[in-house]
């Protein structure tokens, strides 16, 4: 029950990004603003991690410079695709960033020798089938130049980042000393510090501009919802990460978050329900199964 949860939170946070990301990407005009903008969540993040730490146990050194890989990572996750959907829609966009949990599986069977079984792999071909599909039909604006490698590096940057929260892991089980508390706290103030960098270098490249005048007062309500968001989903992936493989945490996560997006899409937006959204949900429902035989 306990697990249910833990995943209910995590596909509903990760779910709601989408719409944020879009709503940022239309109120951000230029790269200094799109580059810090994730300064404001991630530096408040950092401090409400950094307070908790102090209430339990110390990180280790080892833990440190994944902490700050992390956030590196985050901060080009977001700004790219928030970049990216100025020249292409969400659906292109999200569909890509969808594809990263293939890079998380990818690096934790390399590197941290995870095994995969054969109904995984059957689960995982099931959900990139589902990202295909729905992309089948193709978008005006994706001739644009970026349009498809900006979400493609964006997907790469956020698949790291969710195997270096699965490498924390790893690595707390060798030191009693660590806490999740205080690797957040470092993660995110790097994604913060990296996105003050930015918009620096890129404020002095637009006439000088006021760093701090790119940000809107109306654009503060998402930059915190995205922060909340953010903050679950990365929180539950790291509790999460030592009770399973990243095939199974993070195709799970996946094929949930799309049938939540194509339900949702049904029900309340009136979309059709075509024959692609058919088979989506049924290769969905197969992902699911499959990661899910392996828990039980």
Request: net charge positive; glycine share 8%; proline share 1%.
């Amino acid at each position: 029950m306990i697990i249910v949860l833990l995943f209910t939170l995590y596909v509903c946070s990760s779910g709601f990004t989408g719409n944020i990301y879009k709503k940022l990407a239309i109120e951000s005009h230029n790269r200094s603003m799109s580059s810090f903008m994730p300064s404001v969540w991630c530096m408040m993040l950092a401090a409400v991690f950094g307070i908790a730490s102090l209430f339990g146990d110390t990180i280790a050194l080892k833990q440190i410079p994944i902490a700050v890989g992390a956030g590196v990572c985050i901060f080009a996750a977001i700004v790219i695709l928030i970049e990216s959907m100025k020249t292409n829609s969400m659906s292109i966009s999200i569909i890509i960033m969808n594809l990263n949990f293939i890079i998380t599986v990818a690096l934790s069977s390399i590197f941290l020798k995870e095994k995969v079984a054969i109904i995984q792999l059957i689960g995982m071909i099931a959900s990139v089938a589902v990202i295909l599909i729905l992309n089948l039909k193709g978008d005006e604006k994706t001739g644009k130049k970026g349009a498809v490698f900006l979400p493609l590096v964006a997907c790469i940057a956020n698949g790291l980042v969710n195997f270096l929260i699965k490498l924390n892991d790893v690595v707390k089980t060798d030191n009693s000393a660590s806490s999740t508390n205080a690797f957040n706290a470092i993660m995110y103030f790097s994604a913060a510090i990296a996105a003050i960098i930015a918009g620096i270098i890129f404020g002095r490249k637009q006439t000088g501009k006021n760093i701090v005048g790119v940000i809107k007062k109306k654009t503060l309500p998402f930059m915190v919802l995205m922060g909340l968001c953010n903050g679950v989903c990365f929180y539950m992936a790291g509790i999460l990460a030592g009770k399973m493989n990243a095939a199974a945490q993070f195709t799970i996560v996946t094929a949930a978050s799309i049938m939540i997006s194509l339900i949702i899409g049904i029900i309340f937006q009136k979309e059709k329900f075509t024959w692609k959204v058919g088979i989506s949900l049924v290769c969905c429902a197969v992902a699911l199964l499959c990661q899910m035989t392996t828990l039980i």
